[in-house]
């Protein structure tokens, strides 16, 4: 998978904000101050962690050798996916989903984002 169609599908979600807190490598998607993806922009193959819930987890660890518990996250809720070409698009998108689903239900209803939210850049958030 490219890094660019990563990017596009992650940052079509409503109220997505992209931002690089941690370091220049490694790019965090958030929704209302809260994560939901982050990537390894100069992994080869590209590497994200995506939240998942424990149970699913663990049963995607075992039937898929390229997800791995969630690197430098809690090993319980993140899985680390590696697109190394094993994983379609299709079940790559739909653990995305799955992350950002899970991450906004956790909201309050007054911070969940509406569908007309547009994303934030890095480089946006950035110059506040």
Sequence with gaps: ?????LRTYLLEKAGAVEDFPFDSETLVLKVSGKMFALVGINNEPLRLNLKCEPAKAEILREIHPAILPGYHMNKQHWNTV???GSLSEADIFSMI???YNLVVQGLPKAKRPTSDQEPRLADETRNE
């Design 1 to 5: 998978m490219e890094f660019s169609t």
């Design 82 to 84: 590696v697109c190394d």
């Design 97 to 99: 989903d799955d992350s």
